[in-house]
């Protein structure tokens, strides 16, 4: 997404009465996340069957929209397969935000415990939501995921923003490429509102304003 994209109206789409004058666009609409998904999938899928099963990762909160329709999809194009695959989901909680400022401290905030998955054949997706500066690196220092995840770790992610000294990290599979605007809903969140748009926006000075924290 270029960076003089300016959104699309908000009359154009249906969103929660309470968010009104709180966004300022529809950045990308439901739709569109869900088409993205089908071709990046079908790619994903090719290499996940390897013969081995597979573990999903999810970081918490943000993340769960974005596993939960990429496990589905997942399986939907197993059971077309002639190969059935077992596969795990895995849940992470992090915390790097401070109303609209990431921070360089990532707080872990429970979890299921990864050990017990050191030293098997398993294909591992650590599914992100958004990679900025901080990115997956910087989580994997504080999980040692490379000592927990089995095989092979391989990083969807729904957005990647275009930031200033981002350091070169880059996921696996990505579904958008923004620029460095602060966007909620399809669950991304400020301080814990905006989950429950369907669509990603913009949020405007007035929303950031009426939660901040």
Request: glycine share 6%; aromatic share 12%; hydrophobic share 40%.
């Amino acid at each position: 997404i270029k960076d003089d994209f300016a959104g699309y109206s908000l009359d154009l789409f249906s969103y929660p009465e309470h968010y009104f004058e709180d966004l300022a666009c529809v950045y990308i609409p439901h739709g569109v996340i869900m088409d993205s998904f089908c071709e990046k999938i079908v790619t994903l899928h090719k290499k996940v069957i390897s013969g081995h099963d597979i573990v999903v990762l999810c970081v918490l909160k943000g993340g769960y929209k974005f596993c939960a329709d990429l496990v589905e999809f997942i399986k939907v194009l197993s059971r077309s397969s002639d190969k059935s695959l077992l596969m795990r989901v895995n849940f992470i909680r992090l915390k790097s935000y401070c109303n609209d400022q990431s921070t360089e401290d990532i707080q872990i905030i429970g979890g299921d415990d990864l050990t017990v998955l050191t030293g098997k054949k398993l294909n591992s997706y650590l599914v992100e939501y958004i990679i900025e500066k901080s990115g997956y690196f910087q989580i994997a220092k504080h999980l040692r995921l490379k000592q927990s995840l089995p095989y092979m770790v391989r990083i969807p992610c729904l957005l990647v923003k275009r930031v200033p000294n981002e350091g070169g990290c880059r996921p696996d599979y990505v579904g958008f490429e923004i620029p460095n605007h602060f966007i909620v809903g399809y669950a991304l969140d400020y301080n814990e509102h905006f989950r429950d748009l369907n669509h990603i926006c913009v949020i405007s000075e007035v929303g950031k304003e009426k939660y901040k924290v």
